[in-house]
């Protein structure tokens, strides 16, 4: 199974997405919307833009 993103509510009512593993683990969680529709296009841009994403290590 490969993995997923999944758009929920949270408790306060706002829309979220996470990434999920193709083994059910979570991976990523978002940050709070307004709009189911901005969730919608965090995902698009998450899909959009992490191909090509570098590792910067601060450690």
Same mark, same amino acid.
């Not at 979570?26 to 995902?43: D, F, P, Q, R, T």
């Given at each position: 199974?490969?993995?997923?993103?999944?758009?929920?509510?949270?408790?306060?009512?706002?829309?979220?997405?996470?990434?999920?593993?193709? %083994?059910?683990?979570?991976?990523?969680?978002?940050?709070?919307? %307004?709009?189911?529709?901005?969730?919608? %296009?965090?995902?698009?841009?998450?899909?959009? %833009?992490?191909?090509?994403?570098?590792?910067?290590?601060?450690?």
């Amino acid at each position: 199974m490969s993995g997923k993103f999944e758009v929920f509510s949270d408790k306060a009512g706002k829309y979220r997405f996470r990434l999920k593993a193709g %083994n059910g683990e979570i991976i990523a969680v978002s940050e709070a919307y %307004n709009a189911k529709a901005s969730a919608l %296009n965090g995902i698009d841009s998450v899909k959009k %833009n992490a191909p090509g994403a570098v590792t910067d290590d601060l450690t």
